[in-house]
């Protein structure tokens, strides 16, 4: 069995599983299970086969999960829409990532207390000698003496910031409501399947994946013919 981490406090034993689902009509496009230790982008590829059959994609609405994924990262270099609620900067009581200015269009970084560094690779590193003389070092870093800030850049850091801003504002926000859908979706396939894979390997898992995905199309379409 393959053991996997959705968070520090809650664990996956066995498999994961992954829909797709159109947002105008509520119809799952695309179904896939992944063992529990493999990363969630990667999921990203077969629900990229199956969703591209019916036609190109306009907007992402995606779970933080695959963020990373080649998918999301074509999409929005693609000028396409992507919707996901942000990395939430965690440094117990210190500056966040959030308080330092980045300019990407100038690659440059710039603290809160106005020391600038340009950015050479994926991590930029704030010298020890200034953040020692620093009077706001105590709020910024809990770094060994000698050792300033650093601050990680991710690859897709333009995304990162457009997705932080967008959070910010009510049309943002509800945005991301958009895609309560999907979760409910895969509620309702969590009760009706359950929690425990019913057969050994992925294939045969699949297929009775797909099986329960169905039956919550048959209801989506029943509720979009009531209401028509």
Not at 19 to 30: M, P, S, V
């Amino acid at each position: 069995m393959r053991h996997g981490r959705k968070s520090r406090s809650t664990t996956i034993k066995g498999f994961k599983r992954f829909i797709a689902k159109e947002l105008d009509h509520q119809l799952i496009l695309g179904v896939t299970v992944q063992p529990a230790n493999q990363p969630e982008r990667d999921a990203d590829v077969p629900l990229r086969k199956q969703v591209q059959r019916h036609g190109d994609v306009e907007a992402l609405y995606i779970d933080r999960g695959f963020l990373a994924s080649a998918w999301t990262v074509e999409a929005h270099a693609a000028g396409k829409r992507v919707i996901c609620r942000p990395w939430t900067p965690r440094n117990r009581g210190l500056f966040t990532k959030r308080e330092f200015a980045i300019d990407l269009a100038a690659q440059t970084v710039t603290c809160p207390a106005g020391t600038k560094r340009d950015i050479k690779g994926r991590t930029v590193r704030f010298p020890g000698s200034v953040c020692a003389a620093c009077p706001q070092r105590a709020l910024c870093t809990r770094a060994k003496p000698g050792r300033g800030r650093t601050i990680s850049i991710h690859p897709s850091e333009a995304l990162m910031q457009q997705l932080t801003v967008a959070k910010t504002t009510p049309e943002g926000r509800a945005e991301l409501r958009m895609r309560v859908p999907v979760e409910h979706s895969l509620a309702h396939i969590c009760n009706r399947q359950g929690r425990r894979a019913r057969y050994v390997g992925i294939e045969h898992n699949v297929f009775d994946l797909c099986r329960y995905a169905f039956i919550e199309n048959c209801f989506a379409a029943d509720r979009f013919e009531r209401a028509a």
